[in-house]
């Protein structure tokens, strides 16, 4: 018996000298309490850092809701106005505008008027609050009767006579008091031309927020709801990347950062964190992830079959995203967020 007791005093000795061998440091001491964690958490969400979507079309008294995002609408001008005065009134300082116009051509002319809707709603929101701070997302999809990003002919999307179109629309938008022009379509070339279209036209000062590594993603598929711009015929496969290419996605930065860009993105987001991680590591530009469309719905839908805590899900994936090496983030949830930062 007194030697069964001591291979087991022996034994629970060695155990825990093993232990405290591989545990020569205890992580857990620094998540002992709430407090402790937030003291230490390397990476924050903060309002300043987010960029809310929103959706314009002409008229009045519209507020039609998106069947596929909940809690995201269709808006006329007076309602744009009520949205992102809430918006602003809960912390959110940066927004960026997507036109639906009454009418589409092969030319894209809404994108480009000056009474277009984007350029009207622009002046409209710095006339109300001054201090916000509006991006204009510059593309011709939503424009286009055929739903592409860029003009056509003979059933090909024709990049060159795309990019004084697109240029054409960057001045517009700049001289409705657009803060950032954030080029989405994809065309080769078009930072360089847009930036030197801005210059010319007294805008020097005027930043471009590329979206350089934009994926051929179907995340997509809400937003087209949105915005009302799926493509007449075939898709856009032939001008946004391949989702398999991740050094091509580098290429496209660069290149963009060469022509002018000032702010760099990539789109969609949670898919392509580690294009994040790695856009991260070749430029101390500022780098922009877009929070799609899909992401947002999955979540939305999800959490409305209670499969998942909505508040957690999304602080979470956004937390991902700045960690990853995002210095911004564009998301439809930018009012749910800032709600709940303020209520901890």
């Known amino acids: 018996m007194q030697s069964l007791i001591a291979d087991d005093e022996q034994a629970n000795s060695a155990v825990s000298d093993q232990t405290n061998f591989l545990l020569p440091a205890r992580m857990r001491r620094l998540r002992q309490s709430q407090a402790m964690r937030a003291m ?4 924050h969400i903060r309002l300043e850092k987010l960029i809310y979507p929103f959706f314009v079309v002409a008229g009045s008294k519209i507020r039609k809701p998106i069947s596929s995002m909940p809690g995201i609408f269709q808006l006329s001008l007076d309602n744009l106005v009520k949205e992102v005065e809430a918006a602003y009134i809960a912390g959110i300082r940066s927004v960026i505008l997507f036109g639906i116009p009454e009418n589409k051509d092969t030319e894209a002319s809404g994108a480009w008027k000056q009474d277009g809707i984007v350029q009207v709603a622009t002046r ?3 006339s109300h609050f001054p201090d916000l701070l509006v991006v204009a997302d510059t593309c011709l999809c939503e424009y286009m009767s055929h739903g592409h990003c860029g003009i056509v002919e003979n059933g090909q999307i ?12 960057a001045v517009s938008q700049a001289e409705a008091g ?13 930072i360089g031309i847009i930036r030197q279209a801005l210059d010319e036209a007294g805008f020097a000062q005027t930043p471009i927020m590329a979206y350089s590594a934009k994926f051929a993603s179907a995340f997509y598929g809400p937003f087209r709801e949105a915005a009302e711009s799926a493509p007449q015929f075939g898709d ?5 990347m391949d989702p398999a290419n991740a050094r091509e996605a580098l290429r496209e930065i660069e290149q963009d950062i060469i022509e002018g860009a000032d702010i760099v993105m990539v789109k969609p987001a949670l898919p392509y964190l580690d294009v994040i991680s790695r856009a991260r590591a070749i430029t101390d530009l500022p780098i922009a992830a877009y929070n799609v469309s899909g992401e947002y719905s999955m979540v939305k839908a999800a959490a409305a079959n209670g499969w998942i805590d909505e508040k957690k899900v999304v602080l979470e994936a956004l937390t991902s995203i700045f960690r990853a090496g995002a210095d911004l983030v564009i998301t439809y949830h930018a009012q749910d967020v800032a709600t709940w930062l303020s209520r901890p």
Do not use: F, H
């Open 40 to 43: 230490v958490r390397e990476t």
């Open 124 to 126: 409209t929101l710095k």
């Open 158 to 169: 024709l990049n060159d006579p795309s990019l004084v179109i697109l240029a054409r629309a």
């Open 178 to 190: 657009a803060d950032i022009i954030a080029p989405s379509d994809m065309m080769d070339g078009r």
């Open 236 to 240: 856009r496969t032939t001008y946004q």
